[in-house]
């Protein structure tokens, strides 16, 4: 893997993160994703989690081809960075040396009904 990333912003390749939604037909789903560890990160890279021990590295979640931003935590219509579903994640090179180790990151999803 870290022969994929040798400079800031560089990524592996994706990761399909599998999201199972059961709903009623005409019901509009929307996700709200925010940092667990950092909650007002708005960026699209999720902050590492304590335990990490790699640095120069982040996860990022896509949807489709498109890194999603972090938004609040919140079910309102229309929410910062709110998107529908369909996720996969890549870790992406950061700034600083690139350090090999373990990665831990939470994120919360916020589903909308709309």
Not at 70 to 79: I, K
Request: overall charge negative; aromatic content about 6%.
């Amino acid at each position: 893997m870290t022969t994929d990333l040798w400079s800031e912003g560089d990524s592996t390749g994706d990761t399909l993160v599998p999201m199972g939604l059961d709903c009623q037909p005409g019901i509009k789903v929307c996700i709200t994703m925010t940092d667990a560890i950092d909650p007002g990160n708005r960026s699209t890279d999720l902050a590492l989690a304590p335990g990490s021990t790699a640095a120069g590295v982040s996860i990022e979640i896509l949807n489709g081809a498109d890194p999603i931003a972090f938004g609040p935590d919140s079910q309102a219509a229309g929410t910062l960075n709110q998107w529908s579903a369909g996720t996969s994640a890549r870790y992406v090179r950061t700034a600083g040396a690139l350090v090999p180790g373990s990665v831990h990151a939470r994120a919360t999803f916020t589903l909308s009904y709309q």
